[in-house]
Every structure is written in C-alpha cells, then in structure tokens.
C-alpha cells in the first residue's frame, strides 16, 4: 500500500520561530510537493521537487523553502514563522513527468495542522 | 494562467437526496482527475476522466467530463452520510504539477 507519511499532525508555534515540516513517501516517486490548504482556497503549490536536490517554486513560495536530500524525503521550512503561516500542509508524491493524460496521480499524506501564535 | 472553479462550495444536504458538484475552466485540459478528502485525511483520488464526453461510475458516483475538455461534473445519487467529505477537482498545470479546484465542503445528514 503506497505511504506519504508527515511528520506531525499538529503543530503549535510561535511567531519567529524556525519551524521545519517532514515528509516521508515509501513509493520511490521522483516528484513531491508541498500544498497549503486554507478555506475557500483549494491547494495552492508552495514548492516542488522533481529530484533529489531540485526544486521549483510553486504559486505561493514567500516565506518558504524546501530541502531534498534524498528521493524518499521532502522537508519544509518555515525560516520564520508568521502568523499568517497558520494553516494545513499537505504533502504529495507522484511519479516523473506528465503522464500518458497530462495529469500524475498524486498521493497525499494526511497533513499537518499548524498554528503560529 | 490555467484556473479551475467549482460549484457550490459547500452543500448540505439529507441523506438520500442526489446531488451535483460542478468543476469549470476556460482552459482545455488532456484529463481531469475527482479527488476526495475525508476530515484529518489528505485527498484520495477518486477518478480520472481523460476523453472529452467520456462518462465513468463509481457505485453511487457519476463523474462527466464535458466534450470540450473544459469542464467536468460529479453527481452523487442518493447520498449518504459516509459520502461527507471536501471535493476536489484538478488539471494537468505542466511540468507534472496539477491544478486544483477551490473544493466543494459536502455535508450528508443523517
């Protein structure tokens, strides 16, 4: 059964802080992402990776930045934590490319909850 | 820049009742793909239509991808309260990213 594990389910932080957000896939996929999920807003890409130490800037990637030293593991950093931080990541893996259909199934792990107070 | 907006947002609902999610952009997308996530979960995928007009079933599921390739539906027949969950729709965004809809909140009373 394919496995996108996060590190935590809820987060409590405070604002400054340097806060680092782990994800583990167990698919030997070379794409993995991180989402931001708010109300009303749907996922919004915040970085993507396609390689062991490539990444790519997503739609909203101020305030972030990502590290990918292995295939299997994809980290999130908050340099910072603002209030406006506080929301739910979703971490994501997919196989290369396009696809045969222009669109790679992406699997996700269950999120992790942050609140920056 | 390539959007998808869904219809309603947020739908209560009896159980029992049919209902329709609605996923719509001025751009053609090769596929789109029904994703659904159940409170404390990431999104499953649910399906992937690929051929405009193509029609595909999921038990009490019918998911429609419009000829044009720019729109697609999710009717869900007699629902019930295990169907309780935020729906997602998403396009191929290039580059192996998708692009997600804004998700439609469905709440199935009992």
């Known amino acids: 059964d394919v496995k996108v594990t996060q590190s935590s389910r809820y987060l409590v932080k405070r604002t400054g802080e340097k806060v680092f957000l782990e994800c583990v896939q167990d698919?030997?996929?070379?794409?993995m992402f991180w989402y931001r999920q708010d109300p009303g807003l749907g996922l919004r890409l915040i970085y993507f990776?396609?390689?062991?130490?490539?990444?790519e800037k997503g739609d909203i990637p101020e305030g972030y930045s990502v590290s990918r030293e292995k295939k299997e593991r994809f980290s999130l950093i908050l340099e910072s934590a603002s209030t406006n931080q506080t929301s739910m990541y979703l971490c994501?893996?997919?196989?290369?490319?396009?696809?045969?259909?222009?669109?790679?199934?992406?699997?996700f792990g269950a999120g992790t909850r942050l609140s920056v107070l | 820049t390539q959007l998808l907006e869904q219809s309603p947002q947020f739908l209560s609902i009896q159980e029992g009742e049919n209902l329709t999610v609605y996923c719509n952009s001025s751009?053609?997308?090769?596929?789109l793909q029904w994703y659904r996530q159940e409170p404390g979960e990431g999104p499953v995928l649910l399906v992937t239509?690929?051929?405009?007009?193509e029609v595909k079933k999921l038990k009490r599921l019918t998911f429609q991808f419009g000829d044009a390739r720019k729109d697609s539906s999710l009717h869900i027949t007699a629902a019930q309260p295990g169907d309780t969950g935020l729906y997602l729709c998403?396009?191929?965004?290039?580059?192996?990213?998708?692009?997600f809809g804004q998700g439609t909140e469905l709440s199935v009373k009992p």
């Open positions: 698919m030997d996929h070379e794409n």
């Open positions: 751009s053609v997308f090769s596929s």
């Open positions: 990776s396609y390689d062991v130490k490539m990444k």
């Open positions: 994501a893996s997919s196989l290369p490319g396009q696809g045969l259909f222009g669109g790679n199934i992406q699997y």
């Open positions: 239509v690929v051929t405009g007009g």
């Open positions: 998403a396009g191929g965004g290039g580059g192996g990213k998708l692009i």
